[in-house]
């Protein structure tokens, strides 16, 4: 019989990692599919202080463990985009980037993004001073002034996490009262920089090259005002007005109500037998990750039931679970600054064993090449380089003397191909962009859908993509990661990380508020996370 899933899970987050964990944990085979990044939305958050059992970790802490527990279970996990679905058989078939999966049962656990409120101006501004993180983007407004949408626990939580920037912070409810709990929203009586306008509203945002003003109204008495800044610099607005359930492709396959979230029933089972819904995505009236795993076990351990019935059904033999391999994909478990090692040294002895299983499947040696301008960068970027050649023989690390950026330069074994460049330390959330594009060079590197392969070889244009970010940016390495794929297999296409804190002459010449920022040929300026197949995209406007 061809290889068949137990049951396949579309997506990584909180409620996709907790279905994975009992049903292989109760002997199912079962994948996860997830296109970006596992541990979804939460994995934005620094800090979790309301998971029971737990005092305090961060969301990209929490899942991790959740996507190490799954894996202990022999769950398995592919990195792979869902296009199409056929759903209404006894045995399911998943349309991916990777190929067709069959499967006896399916959980959607596709999440939520955030909702863009619709004010004017805010797709023109959206980069250049309206953003949608404050993980990713709150230190570009230090000492600024900021406009906070949204009444609900996440505008709350943000804007406190906020104060550890801004001057000052006026949250625009639009109701009369904040939407989540009391003892949530009494948080705010702490920070006397924080001012809350209820039943108000943005209508727009204006200014030239960022945002210099504000138009509110109140819905109640249609008074409108204008905002500013204290000093009459720009200011920053902060989107936390809810989420858009991920679910536009399940459209015409399963029942949705009018904001687009899944009908399901009470043990999360949507309107087609052996498919179910968990978490975010689901009508529901709170929308935490407790209730996320929460809805992930009930759509599991119901699952189990129709996925036994189905067996006997067909008669069917038992699936054999298949110990999960390393993926090269941006779920390796990494500290969140690979220069926050307990000693000088850039790597911890964790990492280095993780990294030391993706050396070994390397196909070929790779070239670490720093150029040195003598700066401090350069500094640690021979540091960095320097012990990470030491990991393994496949590695090679050299310098050379230049007067152009600092930067690690990844080169195949030949040294004939130098399109990846890091120019930071790539710490943080950009380690897994490093150890990927390590990975492409040396080979085999990661698979590819064949369509978007060819779409990249019959790029004819010389192209330079600068990806600006902070290390401290979960939406910035699939941008990274992205570019540089499509660098490693045209080279007519040059990939380059730029570490913002680093090059504050790049922040100031595009007035870069918010990250990653995509910069085309020195030209074309973009925001906000992409893949390669949008870069593919991108290029083809050129």
Known sequence: MEKMYDAIIIGGGPAGLTAAI???????????????????????TSEVVNYPGIISTSGTELTATMYQQAQNFGAEFLSADVTDLNLNNKIKEIITSKGILKTLSVIIATGANPRRVGFDGEDKFQG????????????????KDLLVIGGGFAAVEESIFLTKYARSITICVRS??????????DELKKYPSIKVLFNTEVVKVDGENSVESAKLINNLTHEESDFRSEDGQNFGVFVFAGYVPNTAMFKDRICLDENGYVIT??????????VYAAGD???KNLRQVVTAVSDGAISATAAEKHISRVHDELNLPEFKQEKASVKTQSTLSVKDSVAESESDSFLSAEIKSQVGAVIAKFENDVILRVHDDNSE??????????????????????????????GI??????????RIVFHGVPGGHEFNSFIVALYNTAGPGQTIDEALLASIKSIDKNVDIKIVVSLSCTMCPEAVMGSQRIASLNDRVKAQMYDIQYYPDLKDKYNIMSVPCIILNDSKV??????????VELIKEL
Do not use: W
């Open 22 to 44: 009992y049903l292989a944990r109760a002997r199912y085979k079962v994948l996860v599919v997830e296109k970006e990044k596992i541990g979804g939305q939460i994995t934005i």
């Open 128 to 143: 250049r001073g309206v953003a949608y993180c404050a993980t990713c983007d709150g230190e570009f407004f230090t000492g």
């Open 176 to 185: 009369a009262e904040f939407k989540c709990a009391r003892s949530v929203s």
């Open 265 to 274: 029933d009470e043990n999360r089972m949507t309107s087609v037998e052996g």
């Open 281 to 283: 995505l689901c009508v």
């Open 377 to 406: 960068l350069a500094s640690k970027l021979k540091g960095f380089c320097e012990e990470f050649a030491s990991l393994s023989e496949r590695i090679h690390y050299e310098v050379v003397n230049t007067d152009s950026d600092p």
């Open 409 to 418: 330069h990844i080169l195949n074994q030949e040294g004939s191909a130098d």
């Open 526 to 535: 973009v925001f906000g996370k992409k893949n390669a197949g949008d870069f």
